[in-house]
């Protein structure tokens, strides 16, 4: 019994003496202040890592003096000493520097794995000093080369000879979508990224891997942040504001982000020369949420609700056309109203299941519902005539002779309420230097569409009819007795309903070659997909999509990086594109289909002591089953008939780095041809053919004050195959739009930023403050969208009068965080 009482008194000697410990937790930053994860954690024979977001928490001996190291890859290490007492928890957030030597030469870090995916990622910090008159992800955009946005009121953009409708967004791995019935970038409101809540942005333009979707250009992959402590930042200016809201719990498992923006671009639209009454009020709410149950487990909350509403009643409109020696004006009065309404609600849940360090498995739940109406009835009434060019006369700039009077009369009673419910299994596996990643998809959509549009155009009292008709109008020299119908005339109520299933595998490799670095990648998806709905025989269809990667980075002394990636793609028919232009469903259009290739090499070197990398990219992409479209302003109406086939090979280059210290900048060239061919008539330019492209995006700031900074983007596209004539041939009309060319400037000046902070006085509730003026289309070049036709009756010839974009406009910006 002595000996039993005995060995228990010193058990528990020693079970006391085991149980002492202390705690050391918190946040692991980099120096810009996001979280930095697997960060080995090390305090003699005890270790940890940091997870996802940063945290980690560690136990270590007490009453002794303990270095605890923190060491990462791609950052430099971290060395602290702590002597603490027994059950007492300290909270060290330590920031750690990138490891600059490091990232020179090794290509392990978050920055190659873009660059052997093909992708390239954009600041986000760049993106929100970066406004523009659409601020935004694609304000950005249309910098990089190969990306096309000719119209500074969209967020619409086309990839590589691509259209609107083909280029894949993702937040936090949930495909989100755009409006169906927007015709005009008037109408669009915001972009569903917002650019407060981004933490990372990537972008492919080309050669994507199989766990993106199905779709024929580009990939947006949008990352939003858990926050890491609270926070408030605003931005107002005369087009609206954003207001964002952060916060994280005391024992960070509950983390949220909420932001709120409103949008008024009246002050855009009075300056166009349609003039009238227009009320353009967009806003929206989202929010990320995050809580975690475990270590295991964690839920995440995606959720928008958006409202865009324009309100327009036009009034006059002139354009000054023509030449020095024959000026032209067309002259239009209106009478009437447009009303459009969007609303859409989006909400997802995701739930990560970390079953260890290896294995992570993901079930996303996603729901997104759209109501969109779009009510018009405006009769315009146009004389098109000769302007007084006499400086003398009293009636300078007036028409003094029509040489046609004419009315156009449209009717719209447009609906749409889609509802698109999608659950989703993803998963990934490490081993060692291989990862396995897969997903299995199931989509249901659900649109009830109505379309009535009409329109009636006369000339001279007299009606035109439309150009497909047989009875040929020849008033007022011979009497018609053909019937009256309208120029065009568009009616159909479509209930749809189409069941979608989706899954990809795929398998990549970080290895060596001899003493080279090499990276593989290979995966297939399948997209089965059934449309029915009322009226319609239920159609069912089968793609496989094959594709790969390979990237090398040879042990030379300069830093290259090769890169060729392939595939065959695919994009099933959305509704948009089952829809021809007289409104029906034709369930059995076929996916559009491309075969990609892809050669990069990207190229780092320093130029003046600073960073600089060139991104070179050729690429072919041979299209078959196309559906032929035509595209007006925004808007895109398919013949919903896969009677095309098509090509399009280009060039891109971009040079980005620090031409002023501190500052990134970048300048692009982009070459692209396009062409279809539609029944076998031969190859014609495609609607997005656009054959140059130059980008710059700068940013500067004044040695002698560097608080007050600059930026300058600039954009020049050739013009693209545009402004016929809507009905018209494509054959016959192949007419260009003059090229784009925009400049934007702004100019701020930091009141308080990390390097200037203050102590007392108003401005020390401040982590930043920033106050400065933009000039949108700072050399007020007149840009062209689309053509208005319109006919001399006399002569019988159309005139082409262009529909301008908008014109030079001032801006004052006001920007802080709290």
């Not at 739940?365 to 060019?389: K, N």
């Not at 700039?397 to 009717?411: A, M, N, W």
């Not at 009636?456 to 150009?467: E, K, Q």
């Not at 392939?566 to 099933?572: A, C, E, F, V």
Request: charged share 20%; hydrophobic share 35%; proline share 4%.
């Amino acid at each position: 019994m002595k000996q039993l009482t005995t060995f228990l008194l010193i058990f528990c000697v020693h079970l006391i003496g085991f149980s002492q410990s202390a705690t050391i937790k918190g946040i692991i930053l980099d120096d810009t202040q996001l979280p930095i994860a697997n960060v080995s954690i090390k305090a003699g024979e005890r270790g940890t890592t940091s997870n996802e977001n940063g945290f980690y928490e560690l136990k270590i001996d007490v009453d002794t003096e303990v270095t605890i190291e923190f060491t990462h890859i791609s950052y430099k290490r971290v060395v602290v000493k702590f002597n603490l007492k027994n059950g007492q928890e300290v909270e060290f957030n330590p920031v750690m520097n990138l490891n600059v030597e490091q990232i020179a030469t090794v290509v392990i870090n978050q920055n190659t794995r873009q660059s052997v995916d093909g992708v390239t990622s954009i600041s986000p910090e760049v993106i929100r000093t970066i406004k523009g008159a659409q601020p935004g992800v694609e304000n950005i955009l249309k910098t990089l080369p190969g990306v096309n946005i000719s119209n500074e009121l969209s967020t619409q953009y086309s990839v590589r000879g691509g259209n609107f409708d083909e280029n894949l967004v993702y937040v936090n791995e949930i495909e989100v979508y755009r409006p169906f019935l927007v015709r005009s970038g008037q109408q669009e409101g915001l972009s569903f990224v917002n650019t407060d809540l981004t933490q990372n942005v990537d972008f492919s333009a080309g050669g994507w891997q199989a766990k993106y979707g199905d779709k024929l250009s580009s990939v947006l992959d949008i990352t939003y942040r858990k926050p890491i402590k609270f926070g408030l930042s605003a931005d107002l200016s005369l087009l609206g504001g954003s207001l964002a809201a952060e916060t994280v719990s005391k024992d960070s498992k509950f983390t949220g982000i909420v932001g709120l923006r409103y949008r008024d671009n009246s002050l855009v639209l009075n300056s166009l020369e349609t003039e009238g009454i227009v009320r353009p009020v967009f806003a929206d709410a989202q929010t990320y949420l995050t809580y975690k149950f475990t270590d295991k487990f964690q839920l995440d909350f995606l959720g928008n609700i958006g409202i865009n509403k324009y309100d327009f009643q036009p009034q006059n409109r002139q354009t000054n056309f023509g030449t020095l020696e024959n000026p032209l004006a067309l002259l239009v009065f209106y009478e009437g109203q447009e009303k459009d309404e969007y609303q859409t609600y989006f909400g997802a849940l995701k739930a990560n299941y970390f079953v260890n360090d290896d294995l992570t498995l993901k079930l996303i739940g996603s729901t997104y519902h759209t109501t969109e109406e779009e009510y018009f009835d405006i009769l315009a009434q146009y004389r098109l005539g000769e302007v007084d060019s006499n400086i003398g006369s009293e009636t300078l700039g007036e028409v003094e002779f029509s040489e046609g009077i004419g009315g156009q009369l449209t009717h719209a009673r447009n609906d749409l309420d889609a509802l698109i419910t999608t659950i989703e299994h993803r998963g990934d596996y490490q081993n060692d230097e291989d990862t396995y990643e897969w997903s299995i998809k199931y989509t249901h959509e659900d649109i009830r569409d109505r379309l009535v549009e009409w329109e009636v155009i006369d000339s001279a009292g007299f009606s035109i009819n439309p150009p497909n008709l047989d009875f040929f109008n020849e008033q007022p020299y011979q009497p018609y007795q053909g019937p009256l119908v309208a120029f065009q005339n568009v009616r159909a109520t479509n209930n749809v309903q189409i069941d979608r299933f989706q899954a990809f595998a795929q398998w990549s490799r970080r290895s060596t070659l001899g003493n080279n670095e090499v990276f593989y990648n290979a995966g297939v998806r399948v997209h089965n997909w059934t449309v029915n709905g009322d009226g319609i025989e239920s159609t069912t269809q089968t793609v496989f999509s094959p594709r790969a990667q390979f990237a090398i980075k040879p042990d030379w002394e300069k830093d290259m990086l090769f890169r060729i990636a392939g595939g065959l793609y695919y994009q099933p028919p959305f509704y948009r594109e089952l829809r021809d232009s007289m409104g029906t469903v034709r369930p059995n259009v076929k996916a559009q289909q491309s075969v990609h290739i892809v050669l990069g090499n990207e190229y780092s070197f320093k130029m003046w002591d600073r960073p600089f990398k060139l991104v070179s990219e050729a690429y072919y992409k041979s299209m078959s089953d196309v559906n032929p479209y035509t595209l007006e302003n925004v808007r895109i109406r398919y013949r919903a008939n896969n009677n095309a086939k098509a090509y399009a090979y280009g060039l891109d280059l971009r040079l980005n780095g620090e031409f002023v210290p501190g500052t990134e900048s970048w300048f692009s060239f982009g070459y692209l041809k396009t062409e279809e061919n539609i029944e076998n008539r031969g190859y014609i330019s495609r609607p997005t053919d656009q054959r140059l492209k130059f980008g710059v995006l700068f940013q500067d700031y004044v040695p002698t004050i560097p608080d007050l900074k600059m930026y300058l983007n600039l954009v020049y596209n050739t013009g693209v195959p545009g402004g016929s004539p809507s009905y018209a041939d494509p054959y016959e009309y192949q007419n260009r739009l003059r090229d784009y060319k925009r400049a934007d400037l702004g100019i701020s000046y930091v009141l308080v930023d990390q390097n200037k902070t203050y102590t007392s006085g108003w401005k020390r509730k401040f982590r930043e403050l920033s106050l400065g003026f933009e000039i949108f289309n700072m050399f007020d070049v007149q840009n062209t969208i689309t053509n208005t036709w319109v006919r001399d009756v006399y002569s019988k010839r159309q005139y082409a009068i262009p529909n301008y974009l908008s014109p030079r406009v001032f801006n004052v910006r006001l920007s802080m965080k709290l």
